[in-house]
Each structure stands twice: as C-alpha cells, then as structure tokens.
C-alpha cells in the first residue's frame, strides 16, 4: 500500500472548518483514500474514503486533488469532540480473495479549541 | 449495542504469566483483525481471520502470540510469557468482506505487564 504523510498536529478553532491535509504522491490506480479518527482512550472509527471523486458524508468531507496525489478531509464546523487522532491511509479495496490489510500511520492530532 | 465487544477491557499480570483477550466481532462480520497500540503511535497490524481462516500474521506476532477464531465468530488473542514490552492496548476489528476498508474497532484491552 502507498505511504502517506500527514502533518503531526493541528489547531482549529470551535465551529470553523477544520481541513486535515494528506499526501500519497505513490499512490497506485486502484487505492482508495480512506480517514479513521481516533478519540483519546477509544478505538479507531471510519469517517469515509474515497476512489477519486470527492465525497461526503455525515460526518465529513474528502476532496481529493485531479492527480490524486493528496487529500483533504473537511470537517466543517469542529467541535470540542472533534479532537482527535485522525488518519490518512490509502489501500486497495479489494472484493476477492486477497488479504490485504490496513496500514495506520502516525496520523495527525487535531486540537480544536474553544 | 452490536459493536465491536472485547474483553477484558483492562488487564494487569506480572511477568511470565499468561493473558488471553477476547474479541466479539459485529454478527454478520466475516472478516476479523487485531491491532496492537502502545502510546502515541497508531495501531499496528498483528493478524487477521476471514471466517475461522487465519489469512495473514505481522511480523510482530512472534510465537508468544497466538490467535484462534475457531467457528469464525469470536476471537481470542493469547500471549504466553508476558513480557514488560508486551504493554499496550489491543484492538479488535471486524469488517464485510465485500467492503474491507471499512473497520469496525472495539474499545480494546488494555495490557499492563509489571
């Protein structure tokens, strides 16, 4: 799976948009960008993931840049329980047989400030 | 609740003994993971099972580890001969096989070797 680089710690302020970027200049044709967030003391939680197209959800927003080569993930209005851990990792997503696994990071720990 | 179950969710032992976590994937999950998590690193792959199969085994799973999923729902995590550095936080994680990327993480066990 490709390596991704995120950076190790942002600040955001309560109720502004928090953009958490990530770069995976390697990454292959057929990886998919996925975020998990992980809160102090809690396992891991799936936020969304995306192939190319930029995608939404209820908790949050993907853009992935024409080239593929970095993302964003959009929350955009943070909350105090937003801060958090959050994951940038891309991989396969495969429907066979095959066994691949997902691959954490570092991540980035995201502050977000009253 | 039908999430991820693990227990115990705390577990103290000295040195030399033997500890085995268990994990109780989401029902119609057939594809079940373990992590391990020390302190201000992510969560790092040690083994998966789809159904009763254990299709792959990090590195880090040395002979100590052991890990069964013996009708393909629960799960046991067993290390024999703990040891100080085997201190850390043990994650389960279940999936779809049809949607792989998307892990459903327990609370985890959290392992205190004296």
């Known amino acids: 799976d490709a390596k991704t680089t995120q950076p190790p710690s942002m600040d955001c302020a309560e109720g502004r948009a928090a953009n958490l970027p990530c770069n995976h200049s390697?990454?292959?044709?057929?990886?998919?960008v996925y975020w998990y967030r992980q809160i102090h003391s809690q396992g891991p939680q799936y936020i969304i993931h995306?192939?190319?197209n930029n995608e939404t959800n209820e908790m949050a927003s993907l853009i992935i840049t024409e080239d593929r080569k970095s993302s964003t993930l959009i929350l955009p209005h943070a909350t105090l329980r937003d801060t958090a851990v959050y994951y940038c990792?891309?991989?396969?997503?495969?429907?066979?047989?095959?066994?691949?696994?997902?691959?954490f990071g570092a991540g980035t720990r995201l502050f977000v400030k009253a | 609740d039908t999430g991820v179950s693990q227990n115990p969710r705390h577990k103290i032992t000295k040195r030399g003994q033997n500890v085995t976590f268990r994990c109780d994937p989401i029902?119609?999950?057939?594809?079940l993971y373990w992590y391990r998590q020390t302190l201000g690193q992510g969560p790092e792959f040690l083994t998966y099972f789809q159904n009763e199969a254990q299709l792959e085994k990090s590195r880090l799973l040395s002979d100590r580890f052991s890990a069964e999923r013996p009708k393909g729902s629960f799960s046991t995590l067993e290390i024999q001969r703990t040891e100080q550095g085997d201190s850390a936080m043990y994650l389960c994680?279940?999936?779809?096989?049809?949607?792989?990327?998307?892990?459903?993480f327990g609370e985890g066990s959290r392992l205190t070797v004296l």
């Open positions: 995306g192939l190319k």
């Open positions: 390697t990454i292959s044709g057929n990886e998919y």
């Open positions: 994680a279940s999936s779809l096989f049809q949607v792989p990327g998307e892990l459903f």
């Open positions: 029902s119609e999950h057939n594809r």
């Open positions: 990792i891309v991989r396969v997503a495969e429907g066979g047989t095959g066994g691949f696994k997902t691959i």
